[in-house]
């Protein structure tokens, strides 16, 4: 029997249940994941490409509706079959309006499951004239803009780019430099490298040369021998040596030693590593990815960071943009933390109404992601199920730019702070007027003004 291409997600707190859909489901030579939770469904949906959803109705804390509605929301063209032990009509009628596609009762006949996975995987085709029969669901899968790669998320030019740097590095162990801002993403890039590549079994050691005191961090790197200095009791392997067959990522590698720069550029050079007091050198394997928020060239200019480990490490560049510069992405990401912290405090999904999230698209982020994920953590905890305007912090909503120097009367004041809540509101005057504090005669006033 030829291998099947369709990944398939099973869903049900019933263990019995879900090693009997798993059985009969590779006996038909499908690839098969399980989750007995929502919140594991939910991860396993974010990182993995699934093109069939089999789930349970009736679960603890989450019910398989609410999975059903969030599916319909984030992923709409993936089919979904329900599987339940307690049919009733208005439950079939809710499952249909919310797009399943097949709702078969427990117990059923393996011919009967048969079946129900056919048709719905038929049905999505059908209902998709633009993927022919041939095309494989990778082929689907790359075809979705918001599709994450990973857990970097985005869909706008400047992650594309990334994105691209990253397929053509994967799979060789090119030494690669990347820069961004604080708070961009510079690990996640990191990881993909490592974890989308055919080295991904190997290990994968990330490194803050900004954490790790000067004077510690040649001997956490590359290892000690016995009495290499007073504590050294004992031979250790540094991180490198953990490292060996993987990947190392080094962030804040403007922060490194001159020191620990020299052997640095040794181990790019040789291939090899030399323990703190050591005599003899080790070779090893190890791709090295590098990163930091500093700007390596001035630091070059001002002598504190070699000029020829500089080019060592930049044979490959990639740049990370600020948030800033990519907010078409502040959707997709706020999307992401809204699953993420809602489960974890709320144990359901959280939504933002559009003023909100407009306020989002609109601030400048100068923490970047970390800033945002950290915004709507915050937001989550505050709310009773949906964000809006009030559980922003007051940076935000009152966020005006001002020519740099620039000290401006009150009334042109007031007029740019107005003018930015109708921006933020997408000119909802009523929405505006509870924001600034006055009634909707008042804002019109102003407005005519």
């Not at 994941?33 to 939910?42: G, I």
């Not at 669901?137 to 918001?146: E, F, G, L, P």
């Not at 031979?235 to 060996?244: C, E, L």
């Amino acid at each position: 029997m030829q291998l099947r291409s369709e990944n398939i997600l099973i869903v049900d707190d019933d263990i019995d249940i879900l090693e009997l859909l798993q059985r009969h489901l590779r006996s038909w030579n499908f690839h098969t994941y399980r989750a007995v939770s929502v919140k594991e469904a939910v991860t396993i949906l974010r990182d993995t490409r699934i093109d069939l959803l089999i789930t349970d109705l009736k679960m603890p804390e989450i019910d398989g509706f609410e999975l059903i509605k969030f599916v319909s929301e984030h992923y709409p063209n993936l089919p979904k079959l329900v599987v339940t032990g307690y049919p009733s009509i208005q439950d079939s009628l809710n499952a249909i309006k919310s797009g399943v596609v097949a709702y078969l009762t427990k117990p059923f006949t393996k011919d009967e499951l048969k079946t129900a996975v056919d048709g719905t995987l038929q049905a999505d085709t059908d209902n998709n004239p633009k993927i022919s029969t041939n095309e494989t669901a990778v082929t689907k899968q790359t075809n979705q803009d918001n599709e994450p790669y990973g857990d970097i998320i985005g869909s706008s030019e400047k992650i594309n780019d990334v994105i691209q740097i990253i397929e053509r590095v994967k799979n060789n162990k090119a030494t690669i430099f990347i820069k961004g801002e604080s708070g961009t993403g510079k690990e996640l890039v990191a990881r993909a490298i490592h974890y989308k590549g055919k080295f991904s079994r190997a290990p994968f050691i990330a490194v803050n040369c900004g954490g790790i005191p000067e004077n510690l961090l040649e001997s956490e790197l590359f290892g000690y021998t016995k009495g290499a200095f007073t504590g050294a009791e004992k031979n250790r392997d540094g991180f490198f040596q953990a490292a060996n067959g993987g990947t190392i990522f080094l962030d804040e590698i403007g922060n490194a030693s001159t020191v620990v720069q020299s052997r640095l550029l040794r181990v790019l050079q040789e291939k090899e590593v030399t323990k703190v007091g050591a005599q003899k050198a080790e070779k090893i394997d190890v791709r090295i990815i590098a990163a930091t928020n500093s700007d390596l060239k001035e630091m070059i200019k001002k002598e504190t960071f070699r000029e020829d480990l500089f080019y060592r490490l930049t044979v490959v560049e990639i740049d990370v943009a600020p948030l800033r510069e990519r907010k078409k992405d502040i959707p997709l990401l706020v999307d992401k933390f809204l699953f993420k912290y809602g489960l974890e405090y709320k144990d359901r999904f959280v939504k933002i109404t559009p003023e909100a999230l407009a306020i989002l698209n609109r601030y400048d982020w100068p923490g970047n992601i970390r800033e945002l994920e950290n915004i709507i953590q915050r937001a989550i905890i505050m709310c009773d199920g949906t964000i809006e305007v009030d559980h922003l912090p007051d940076s935000l909503k009152f966020n005006i730019d001002f020519p740099e120097k620039a000290l401006l009367p009150l009334k042109e004041m007031e007029k740019r702070y107005i003018q930015k809540v109708l921006n933020a509101t997408e000119n909802n005057k009523t929405k505006a007027a509870e924001i600034l504090g006055i009634d909707r005669k008042t804002i019109r006033q102003k407005l005519s003004e």
